[in-house]
């Protein structure tokens, strides 16, 4: 429950803004480019934190980092809104995302532990309470453009109590597991299935990042839809992940977990097609739930794997394919606002189709995928 409750929290606040992005794009007059420029902000500052995260977690212990890294992303997040120019904005993203970043990883070391010491997976049930969060963030957020609340005062409103309860909460979390024998606890030891494994997650993390900074943006400015409205797609995207997650223990024990991955790509690659052929707001906001559907299985499934493969601590293994998988969500809002610049929104999304249809190929063929369970359940 106290593992779940940093997850919850961790999705609450980062969903929370993204029906924001719109009125802060409006306000600071960002085109496309400028924008995705911006928002390069977050995940470079996770980036930039996790290549110290492994060493890190070894030192000091899932616990302590995760205690430290909330009170801080709680914090942060508020100046995103007090941003007042594009270098100000691009600052501020980047602190946030450097706490958002490191407590991703040392929450999920943390569900590692509470993993082996189950001796039963979790892992698809824990990025589940993120879904929530996140969807819940997002229905926050939508509902504060809709009454007027600023980017400021939706997230004190948030992060007072977040902070308070999440601190509360992380007194009950297990110790770390410690080192297996030949186990490597340090961060330089990258092994060519961690490469893989990283690279899969790099194609999923772009597509997230994308939806969650540009789906409000292209339903508010190419489909016309009302700020209130647009802000829609990420939260279906975010409600079909939830349902997804929640089940996953279960479907990653009737399909495996490498070849689930690879069906859901599948059935995001088509949804989203479909949606951004059709060019019509509900075929879209379809769209956008098929790929919440895709996206769902496929961060739990390779954190896990990576936290369980042989002769790699939990939290270097995760680490090291955080490090890669945030370098996607990094190039995504980037990538995307470069493309639609020169073509279109429509076109630039157009991206995320072609991911997931890779996504699903390289999983299907990546047995090292099927560890995404703890030893003791194998």
Known sequence: MAVTAVFVIHGLLFASWTAHIPGVKTHLHLSDGSLGLALLGAPLGSVCAMLFAGPLLSRAGSRTVVRVTLAGYCLTGPLVGVAGSLPQLFAALAAWGAFQGTLDIAMNAQG??????????????????????????????????????SLTAQLLLLSVPCVLAGLWMTCRFVPDPAPRRGEHAGGSRISRMLLVLGAIAFAGLLCEGAVADWAAVYLRETLRLSPGAAGLGYAVCAAAMVAVRLSGTGLQKLAGPRHLVAALATVATLGMSAGL???????????????????????????????????????????????????GFMCGPAVIGFVADHTSQSVALGLIPVLTLLVAGASWGTPALDRAQPEESL
């Open 112 to 149: 590692i532990a509470v993993e082996r010491a189950n001796g039963k997976p979790i892992m698809s049930t824990l990025h589940g309470s993120w879904s929530i969060g996140a969807l819940s963030g997002a229905g926050i957020g939508a509902s504060g453009v809709a009454a007027g609340t």
């Open 277 to 327: 052929l059709l060019g019509q707001p509900i075929a879209a906001i379809v769209g956008f739930a098929t790929l919440g559907v895709g996206l769902a299985s496929i961060i739990p499934v390779v954190f896990s794997s990576a936290g369980n493969q042989a002769g790699i601590a939990p939290g270097t293994g995760i680490a090291t394919v955080s490090a890669i998988g945030w370098a």
